[in-house]
């Protein structure tokens, strides 16, 4: 059993940045690919990143590549997810979501633990 605790959302210009945080319990996170996803309004949640449990393989969709960082640190049992040069069409709830496996999973569906959720508003 994996908690997902999110953490860092909020109000920022565009062009600004902000750092999600995703805080996990349970003794075997290091075991867990996790993700960041986010949801508009109106819309279906998407895929933002993906990490592998070594942290060594990485996915990003292509509207926030280049843009975004995913990165973990197992030993604090965290998640991170960078985001810079943000745009209007950011706006979304972010939620951070966990899989145990050693791959990179891209769907909603392959994830079996997800956070609340949090709030990011980027303003024009």
């Known amino acids: 059993q994996v908690r997902l605790v999110e953490s860092g959302g909020g109000l920022v210009q565009a062009g600004g940045s902000l750092r999600l945080s995703c805080a996990a319990s349970?003794?075997?996170?290091?075991?867990?690919?996790m993700a960041w996803f986010r949801q508009a309004p109106g819309k279906e949640r998407d895929i933002v990143a993906t990490?592998?449990?070594?942290?060594?393989?990485?996915y990003y969709a292509d509207s926030v590549k280049g843009r975004f960082t995913i990165s973990r640190d197992n030993a604090q049992n965290m998640v991170y997810l960078q985001m810079n040069s943000l745009k209007p069409e950011d706006t979304a709830v972010y939620s951070c979501?966990?899989?145990?496996?050693?791959?990179?999973?891209?769907?909603?569906?392959?994830?079996?633990?997800w956070g609340q959720g949090i709030q990011v508003t980027v303003s024009s």
């Open positions: 990490i592998n449990y070594s942290g060594f393989s990485t």
């Open positions: 349970g003794r075997t996170f290091s075991s867990y690919a």
């Open positions: 979501a966990a899989k145990l496996g050693v791959g990179v999973f891209r769907t909603v569906s392959s994830y079996n633990y």
